[in-house]
């Protein structure tokens, strides 16, 4: 709604072509919003990808590349759809959407926290624990969804 440049970080490739699938069906005749990016992608159709992310108002990418020096800047809002409990990794993937911006640098995450396996629940717990404490982080709660939080995190 808000139109932001969005990417959605899925690491397993099947992950990613599964949740292009459902969006393309969610999104409608809004479709030619979202792409795929993996990591078979050359240089060029990287930049590409991200030049298109950035200039597309309301673009959705769903991608795993994390770790290869992602930088899209105007990046502003995203959702980590992997389970997550490594903080360094938490940091990897947050840091994909904290980048010097023209306007605010305020980037808006959503993350799921799986309350139905016992050991998933415990570490996504513990994770959240530790961004609470971290510097920059402000966690937000959804009331409407027990396991959804949205991390907001200031780049300075």
């Not at 959503?110 to 624990?129: A, T």
Request: aromatic fraction near 8%; hydrophobic fraction near 40%; include cysteine.
């Amino acid at each position: 709604e808000r139109g932001w440049p969005t990417l959605i970080v899925a690491t397993r490739t099947l992950h990613c072509y599964l949740l292009y699938n459902v969006l393309k069906k969610v999104m409608g005749e809004n479709s030619h919003l979202l792409k795929v990016l993996m990591g078979d992608s050359t240089s060029a159709e990287r930049d590409d990808t991200f030049a298109w992310v950035t200039n597309t108002p309301g673009a959705v990418l769903i991608s795993p590349l994390v770790k290869v020096g992602v930088s899209i800047n105007a990046l502003k809002a995203g959702i980590i759809a992997d389970h997550v409990v490594d903080h360094e990794v938490f940091n990897q993937i947050v840091g994909r959407f904290i980048r010097k911006k023209k306007d605010t640098n305020v980037a808006h995450v959503v993350m799921f926290n799986d309350l139905q396996h016992r050991k998933m629940k415990q570490n996504s717990e513990e994770l959240i624990r530790w961004a609470s404490e971290a510097d920059g982080y402000e966690l937000h709660r959804h009331r409407s969804v027990e396991s959804c939080l949205q991390l907001t995190k200031n780049y300075t």
